[in-house]
């Protein structure tokens, strides 16, 4: 990982470990609710709470997130625990609000990654700051769109990049709800080696009995960090549910790709 320069420098400013876990829930749901899996996880290798609070939804008549409520939870969460904190924002005003509200790390979701616009107005938000924002790969398997989001935000001067690979959406129907397309990351990561690459393996599997593997596959590929959506009631979560794992759960994958990983 020495090549890592960019993300050694946020990490090491936020204090945070090599790999970056970040893991939380889908959604947030009620203040209960947060506040309970930042509990269950502030001792675990998770450094870094995620909780979407703006959920953009493929199509109406779903959940569609608690809004700009949910940022005082967060914030109460953080206190609580000492957990950083990671949402998505998906325009000008969300970044307003989360910047307000201190939110640690941005996140960009991959619905918005696929809109230059909507990108080039975040960045103009964003211009100069330190607060690290990650960047999801665009829903289809694009890598331009991918790069020339990443180029928005380094025009702007945003210093503390990563990029999330999450999975691209492909007609056809495999075992993942989001195909991985490995080498899709890889040439991302080879135009941008010392951008940080984190994996999301809830979105590429849509369900929980492959987390483990792709975890341990981006590992093997280098991958400087893993966000995992986390619930304490998987099955009644109000989006995500098939894909969620409990902490204990997490505790467990972290543990095993350990071994493997000192096997290996
Ligand atoms: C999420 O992280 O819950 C989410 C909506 O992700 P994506 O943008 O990858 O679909
Ligand atoms: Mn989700």
Same mark, same amino acid.
């Given at each position: 990982?020495?090549?890592?320069?960019?993300?050694?420098?946020?990490? =090491?400013?936020?204090?945070?470990?090599?790999?970056?876990?970040?893991?939380?829930?889908c959604?947030?749901?009620t203040?209960?609710?947060?506040?309970?899996?930042?509990?269950?996880?502030?001792?675990? =290798?998770?450094t870094?709470? %995620?909780?979407?609070?703006?959920?953009?939804?493929?199509?109406?008549?779903?959940?569609?997130?608690?809004?700009?409520?949910?940022? $005082?939870?967060? &914030?109460?969460?953080?206190?609580?625990?000492?957990?950083?904190?990671?949402?998505? @924002?998906a325009?000008?005003?969300?970044?307003?609000?989360?910047?307000?509200?201190?939110?640690?790390?941005?996140?960009?979701?991959?619905?918005?990654?696929?809109?230059?616009?909507? #990108?080039?107005?975040?960045?103009?938000?964003?211009k100069?700051?330190?607060?690290?924002?990650?960047?999801?790969?665009?829903?289809?398997?694009?890598?331009?769109?991918?790069?020339?989001? @990443?180029? %928005?935000?380094?025009?702007?001067?945003?210093?503390?990049?990563?990029?999330?690979?999450?999975?691209? !959406?492909?007609y056809?129907? !495999?075992?993942? %709800?989001?195909?991985?397309?490995w080498?899709?990351?890889?040439?991302?990561?080879?135009?941008?080696?010392?951008?940080?690459?984190?994996? =999301?393996? !809830?979105?590429?599997?849509?369900?929980?009995?492959? #987390?483990?593997?792709?975890?341990?596959?981006?590992?093997?590929?280098?991958?400087?960090?893993?966000?995992v959506?986390?619930?304490?009631?998987?099955?009644?979560?109000? !989006?995500?549910? $098939? &894909?969620?794992?409990?902490?204990?759960?997490?505790?467990?994958?972290?543990?095993?790709?350990?071994? %493997?990983?000192?096997?290996?």
């Amino acid at each position: 990982m020495e090549n890592k320069k960019e993300l050694r420098n946020w990490l =090491d400013a936020f204090g945070l470990d090599h790999p970056l876990v970040i893991a939380g829930p889908c959604s947030a749901e009620t203040e209960e609710q947060v506040l309970k899996i930042a509990h269950q996880l502030k001792d675990t =290798d998770a450094t870094v709470l %995620r909780a979407g609070i703006w959920k953009p939804r493929t199509r109406p008549g779903n959940f569609e997130g608690v809004g700009a409520l949910g940022l $005082k939870w967060l &914030q109460k969460a953080k206190e609580e625990t000492g957990m950083l904190t990671t949402t998505e @924002v998906a325009n000008p005003h969300h970044v307003e609000l989360a910047l307000k509200h201190d939110v640690d790390i941005l996140w960009i979701g991959a619905r918005t990654t696929v809109s230059p616009f909507i #990108i080039q107005e975040i960045a103009d938000a964003l211009k100069g700051t330190d607060k690290p924002v990650l960047i999801k790969n665009p829903v289809n398997p694009d890598l331009a769109l991918w790069l020339g989001a @990443v180029e %928005r935000m380094y025009t702007a001067d945003i210093k503390n990049l990563g990029v999330i690979h999450r999975g691209f !959406s492909s007609y056809e129907k !495999s075992k993942y %709800r989001n195909n991985p397309e490995w080498q899709i990351a890889i040439e991302l990561q080879n135009k941008f080696p010392d951008l940080p690459l984190i994996l =999301d393996p !809830s979105h590429i599997a849509g369900r929980r009995d492959i #987390i483990f593997d792709l975890c341990q596959t981006a590992l093997d590929l280098n991958f400087d960090g893993l966000m995992v959506e986390t619930h304490w009631d998987p099955d009644n979560a109000w !989006s995500d549910a $098939k &894909q969620q794992i409990t902490p204990e759960t997490l505790v467990q994958i972290m543990k095993d790709l350990k071994i %493997r990983k000192e096997v290996s």
